[in-house]
């Protein structure tokens, strides 16, 4: 299973790029992480939150395969405790797709995301900056991971 974090997002400053990618690299081949930055929308005096997230989302949609489970990022989503993540990620293993997480920009996602998602996710009530999201996404599924593995990075 290739699990693929689908982020808005570029020209990350060097501590994102080196802590997201600490932690993808401990994944092994069979639940590997891979990053595909979605451009911004350009935000400026004109326009709208609602036109931006709408921007955004048209540019994850076309990066996510048709044929990919979606997990989308959003407040509202389900909180997962480590083990259930495991759990999701075994679940995700034993379905035999590929997995794309997506997180939107500033604005969060589009509807159109959100009702593309299979599974709605939420890392916790608070908000995090966005960039501070990839790393908390490549650290959690590499526990998750190690919880499957009965590795002990995790102590539970």
């Known amino acids: 299973m290739k699990l693929n974090l689908l982020a808005v997002g570029t020209k990350m400053p060097a501590w994102v790029i080196d802590g997201y990618q600490e932690y993808a690299k401990r994944l092994p081949r069979d639940c590997s992480l891979h990053l595909h930055e979605i451009a911004p929308a350009k935000r400026g005096k004109s326009g709208s939150a609602g036109q931006w997230m709408r921007e955004e989302g048209e540019r994850i949609l076309a990066a996510t395969p048709a044929d990919h489970h979606v997990v989308a990022l959003d407040v509202k989503g389900k909180t997962w405790s480590t083990e259930q993540l495991s759990q999701q990620l075994q679940n995700w293993q034993q ?62």
């Open 95 to 156: 379905d035999g797709r590929d997995v794309s997480l997506i997180v939107g920009g500033p604005d969060g996602l589009s509807e159109a995301c959100l009702k593309r998602a299979n599974q709605k996710w939420s890392l916790s009530a608070l908000t995090f900056p966005h960039p501070l999201v990839r790393i908390v996404m490549a650290e959690q599924l590499y526990r998750a991971w190690t919880v499957t593995q009965n590795h002990p990075y995790h102590r539970a």
